[in-house]
């Protein structure tokens, strides 16, 4: 069974920091493009970053440019999301995502996704 499970999520006050992982099993993610979306209550799932499976190219929406940085270990099937400098409005459940295609996961679309972990950023 190919799963994507995120952990490292929480509550953490204004200006902190998290590290989200999504760990992947059921096969080896390393040719799949890998992302991570979000969200927020009452809102639609935005896409916030992606990169390639190579790990040699990454996509920001503009919303967490400079703050967050993905980064994939692809010997443990694993992708990381560092979330510095963190605001309210970052609050949202936070999707892992994989895709052969690069340009899918940009386009808010996956073959794979995880079951989401929720990050709370208070005020």
């Known amino acids: 069974q190919v799963q994507l499970v995120e952990s490292g999520g929480g509550l953490v006050q204004a200006g902190g920091s998290l590290r989200l992982s999504c760990a992947a099993s059921?096969?080896?993610?390393?040719?799949?493009?890998m992302g991570w979306f979000r969200q927020a209550p009452g809102k639609e799932r935005e896409f916030v970053v992606a990169i390639t499976w190579s790990g040699g190219s990454t996509f920001y929406a503009d919303s967490v440019k400079g703050r967050f940085t993905i980064s994939r270990d692809n010997a443990k099937n694993t992708v990381y999301l560092q979330m510095n400098s963190l605001k309210p409005e970052d609050t949202a459940v936070y999707y892992c995502?994989?895709?052969?295609?690069?340009?899918?996961?940009?386009?808010?679309?996956?073959?794979?996704w995880g079951q989401g972990t929720q990050v709370t950023v208070s005020s």
């Open positions: 059921g096969r080896t993610f390393s040719r799949d493009a």
């Open positions: 995502a994989a895709d052969a295609g690069f340009y899918n996961l940009k386009l808010g679309l996956a073959g794979y």
